[in-house]
């Protein structure tokens, strides 16, 4: 089992930037890859960005400029910082989990970002 707790959601003005980070615990070894969803109000959630357990990494491609994801090993922590962010970026945001040989995973509990002046 893998647990993922998010935190550094809040509201920001349009601009403005936040650091979410993604803590994990449990059976660290069976993660491949952390990955930032995101879910605006009304509609799917969607891929942001992902980080491999090799260090490589992925983004959507409608958001790049404008993060960059990023991990410490040491503290099983992976990052997302979001820069100049955009009302339209206004989300619960869900750190999610692949597993090593499995195609299921593990889902924190979300931190909701509002971008609002």
């Known amino acids: 089992q893998v647990q993922l707790v998010e935190s550094g959601g809040g509201l920001v003005q349009p601009g403005g930037s936040l650091e979410l980070s993604c803590a994990a615990s449990?059976?660290?070894?069976?993660?491949?890859?952390m990955n930032w969803y995101r879910q605006a109000p009304g509609k799917q959630r969607e891929l942001v960005a992902g980080?491999?357990?090799?260090?490589?990494?992925n983004y959507a491609r409608s958001v790049t400029r404008r993060l960059t994801i990023s991990r410490d090993n040491a503290k099983n922590t992976v990052y997302l910082q979001i820069d100049n962010l955009e009302p339209d970026a206004t989300a619960v945001y869900y750190c999610?989990?692949?597993?090593?040989?499995?195609?299921?995973?593990?889902w924190g509990q979300g931190t909701q970002v509002t971008v609002s002046s």
């Open positions: 980080i491999t357990r090799y260090g490589i990494t």
């Open positions: 449990g059976i660290i070894s069976s993660i491949y890859a």
């Open positions: 999610y989990a692949s597993r090593v040989g499995r195609a299921d995973g593990y």
